[in-house]
Nanobody
Framework: QVQLVESGGGLVQPGGSLSLSCAPS????????MAWYRQAPGKQRELVAA???????NYADSVKGRFTISRDNAKNTVYLQMNSLKPEDTALYYC??????????WGQGTQVTVSS
């Protein structure tokens, strides 16, 4: 089974930047959209940003103007550039792939901690 492998998380000070990436461990088909979700302790998982194969993007209001999602369709890789990070951005960030048949794949998550 193909797995999604996330990388790039870590500890950063408020106002700093981090870049996340997610790539499949093998060949993956029928991708409609790729996205990043996050889940903070005690909170529900929420959508951070999504991008379709056609390039349409969607952001959570809380990250608009600070985060940028992009993807390399040839490599089926999705990226998340996070700038001006705030303590409230601290969470486990998950990569998600939505397929045309309605199925979804998830990564294991990468921790992002924003703290001084």
């Amino acid at each position: 089974q193909v797995q999604l492998v996330e990388s790039g998380g870590g500890l950063v000070q408020p106002g700093g930047s981090l870049s996340l990436s997610c790539a499949p461990s093998g060949t993956i088909f029928n991708i409609y959209a790729m996205a990043w979700y996050r889940q903070a302790p005690g909170k529900q998982r929420e959508l951070v940003a999504a991008i379709t194969t056609g390039g349409r993007v969607n952001y959570a209001d809380s990250v608009k103007g600070r985060f940028t999602i992009s993807r390399d369709n040839a490599k089926n890789t999705v990226y998340l550039q996070m700038n001006s990070l705030k303590p409230e951005d601290t969470a486990l960030y998950y990569c998600n792939v939505a397929h045309w048949d309605g199925q979804a794949s998830w990564g294991q998550g990468t921790q992002v901690t924003v703290s001084s």
